[in-house]
């Protein structure tokens, strides 16, 4: 790979708090921004807070008229090279609308680099998420990258525009976690004539 992919990767950030006031969203922001900044890819926020998308009845293969904005979120997953999930903590948990659009694709998340960051507002950085998140991702084929981003104290380690704020500036826990991405896109587009 030489560091850097043959031509730049198109990364999705699927942004997964819906939640009033939510404060994960900063941390899309950031890695929008980093990744834009430094032109590492193509970047788009998928941000569930705008889709909206009403409580799961059934798979995008079953759906009989499927809703412009579910179309659009498919191909947009379908179409990147690799996604970022950005999740905040719920009760141990990952929040519902996350679940929601995990259950919504099948085929689309089969063999996708997928990296998790995971947000808390307390000092372990939402972490308890990746057991149950990782193992739905799992289970629906997708490739978790091990690598962990794991942002505690969210309101105080980035501002409302995705700029780090606190003492800690994650600068090489991002390279760590980006490198890890784009190795893995890179090492699956190198597979692609693979049967
Ligand atoms: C319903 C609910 C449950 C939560 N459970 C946890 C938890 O289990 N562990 C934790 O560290 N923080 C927990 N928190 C705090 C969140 O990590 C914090 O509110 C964070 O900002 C959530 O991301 P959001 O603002 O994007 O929704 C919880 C918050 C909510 C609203």
Redesign the pocket.
Same mark, same amino acid.
């Given at each position: 790979m030489n560091g850097k992919p043959a031509s730049k990767p198109n990364i999705a950030i699927i942004s997964a %708090?819906i939640?009033n #006031?939510? =404060? %994960?969203?900063r941390v899309a922001l950031y890695f929008q921004k980093h990744l834009k900044e430094n032109k590492l890819a193509g970047v788009e926020i998928l941000d569930l807070n705008k889709y909206k998308f009403p409580l799961f009845e059934e798979r995008l293969n079953y759906l009989k008229s499927p809703s412009a904005d579910v179309i659009d979120f498919a191909q947009k997953v379908r179409s990147a090279d690799g996604i970022i999930i950005v999740t905040?903590?719920?009760? #141990?948990g990952y929040?519902a609308s996350l679940k929601n659009v995990i259950d919504l694709l099948t085929d689309d998340w089969s063999h996708k680099p997928v990296a998790l960051a995971t +947000? %808390?507002? #307390?000092i372990?950085g #939402?972490s =308890?998420v990746l057991t149950s998140l990782q193992f739905s991702l799992w289970k629906i084929r997708a490739w978790t990258v091990p690598a962990m981003f794991r942002v505690p104290n +969210?309101?105080e380690s980035f501002d409302k525009n995705g700029n780090p704020a606190g003492k800690h500036t994650f600068a090489k826990t991002t390279a760590g976690f980006i490198k890890e991405l784009l190795w893995c896109i890179e090492a699956k587009s190198r597979m692609k004539d693979f049967k």
């Open positions: %708090s939640r #006031g939510r =404060q %994960s969203h905040p903590e719920y009760n #141990g929040p +947000v %808390s507002d #307390g372990f #939402g =308890q +969210v309101d």
